[in-house]
Nanobody
Framework: QAQLVESGGGLVQPGGSLRLSCAVS????????MSWYRQVAGKQRELVAS???????NYRDSVKGRFTISRDDVNSMLYLQMNNLQPEDSAVYYC?????WGRGTQVTVSS
């Protein structure tokens, strides 16, 4: 059974950076399509970024140029580097494998 565990969230000032990590186990990671989502309380969960097994990445428009998704297939890790964070980026961020979700990590951007 696949397990995804996110880490790296926290409180950061506007303009700051965070790097989220997702440790994946119990599945074949290297062939998996992986994604980061985020959700604000009371709103729908939204796709932030995705990456194919070949390393091709896609981003929602609002994070393009600021966020970078990457993967380490040797260690079964997924990352999201987030730069120039803004208050509207505040949310719970979730790592997603094809049919499995992590439990999320809170990101709060506030002065």
């Amino acid at each position: 059974q696949a397990q995804l565990v996110e880490s790296g969230g926290g409180l950061v000032q506007p303009g700051g950076s965070l790097r989220l990590s997702c440790a994946v186990s119990g599945m074949i990671f290297r062939t998996a399509f992986m994604s980061w989502y985020r959700q604000v309380a009371g709103k729908q969960r939204e796709l932030v970024a995705s990456i194919t097994s070949a390393g091709a990445a896609n981003y929602r428009d609002s994070v393009k140029g600021r966020f970078t998704i990457s993967r380490d297939d040797v260690n079964s890790m997924l990352y999201l580097q987030m730069n120039n964070l803004q208050p509207e980026d505040s949310a719970v961020y979730y790592c997603k494998a094809p049919i499995t979700w992590g439990r999320g990590t809170q990101v709060t951007v506030s002065s």
